[in-house]
């Protein structure tokens, strides 16, 4: 078995001052090689600590970080900044240099690492291709879209041809037509270049549209994590559930006996279960919510039920729906 790219083991990071702050508490996580991995919190959860440690600009108070079998605690300074050039980096406010235009922002880290100036330029210029800015080589950044920006930003953090890509809500400042664009090149650079891709983001639309893997952080610790799928489908610490069921308002709309979530996917997708259910124990069910999303290129579906007040008759109805192979749970209401 390949070992993982990035082994996160036990790590701990308190900040000192007028009050103790434990930001992060024990964290263990393994990313493989060429992974897509989510990291996914509410405010405060720790999330953005967790990936300026894993880099080394925030040093863990314990713990260790291997970077592709390196453990980062043991390089000395100038080995540490070359270990960098390994890990691009973007940000949610892009950080551009707005007094240098698109090629020179892209040209700057490669410029820091000491590259020759004929491969400064040649890999600038295939750069722009890559991130579709090709027309915009001599642009200012007070010139472009947020997400001309951050395609700015993903040239640059790839420029020194890193094994890691960390984003740090990289998506967050921008409107969702353009969200998913930046996804889409995400995954694209993945497929095309292999570089593995770490997100760090407060949204699980996010996470379902581009990751294979996740990790649930919850006050700095992990609270659950696998494969997007099966969290999705079956979350079970109630970090996972906050982030993955709707809102409390939603669930509360409808008055009557048990919630239920049920989960399906496939060609169960497109079955008309509700029509199906209701006929078969000739009972009305509300929909409290509903939805159908693709992860990792396979449709989900997803649905909230009112079940009816007679606790015997919804009990048979659960198991009805389990005969069908469904993701069946009870959930129950609860407030943002």
């Not at 292999?194 to 581009?210: L, S, Y």
């Not at 509300?286 to 015997?312: C, H, T, W």
Request: with cysteine.
């Amino acid at each position: 078995m390949e070992t993982p790219i990035i082994q996160l083991q036990n790590l701990s990071k308190t900040y000192m001052g007028a009050n103790e702050v434990n930001a992060l508490c024990g964290v263990s996580i393994n990313i493989n090689r060429g992974d897509i991995f989510g990291i996914i919190g509410m405010s405060g959860a720790g999330k953005s600590t967790l990936v300026r440690c894993i880099n080394f600009l925030e040093k863990p108070t314990t713990g260790t970080v291997i970077i592709d079998g390196e453990d980062l605690s043991q390089l000395s300074e100038k080995d540490l900044r070359k270990k960098r050039q390994e890990m691009g980096m973007i940000f949610q406010q892009f950080n551009l240099l707005m007094q240098s235009n698109v090629m020179q922002n892209i040209h700057f880290p490669m410029e820091i690492a000491g590259f020759p100036k004929d491969k400064i330029k040649e890999r600038t210029a295939e750069l722009l291709e890559i991130v579709g800015l090709a027309d915009k080589a001599n642009a200012y950044p007070a010139q472009l879209s947020g997400g001309q920006k951050q395609r700015v930003a993903i040239a640059r953090a790839l420029a020194t041809s890193p094994k890691l890509m960390l984003c740090d809500e990289a998506t967050s400042a921008l409107d969702p037509t353009t969200t998913r664009s930046i996804l889409s090149l995400l995954k694209d650079i993945n497929n095309r270049l292999g570089i593995t891709i770490v997100i760090i983001t407060h949204e699980m639309a996010v996470i379902e549209e581009i990751c294979s893997h996740v990790a649930i952080i919850d006050n700095g610790l992990i609270a659950e994590m696998g494969p997007v799928g099966e969290i999705f489908s079956r979350p079970k610490s109630a970090a996972a559930q906050k982030l993955v069921f709707p809102t409390g308002k939603k669930m509360a709309e409808a008055a009557g006996g048990k919630l239920c979530r049920v989960v399906f996917d496939g060609s169960a997708t497109y079955q008309p279960i509700i029509s199906t259910i209701a006929l078969e124990f000739r009972a009305q069910i509300n929909i409290i919510y509903a939805n159908v999303k693709e992860i990792e290129g396979k449709s989900f579906g997803e649905m909230v039920l009112r079940l009816p007040p007679d606790e015997q008759l919804s009990e048979k109805m659960i198991r009805y729906l389990r005969a069908l192979d469904l993701t069946v749970e009870e959930v129950s209401d609860y407030a943002d």
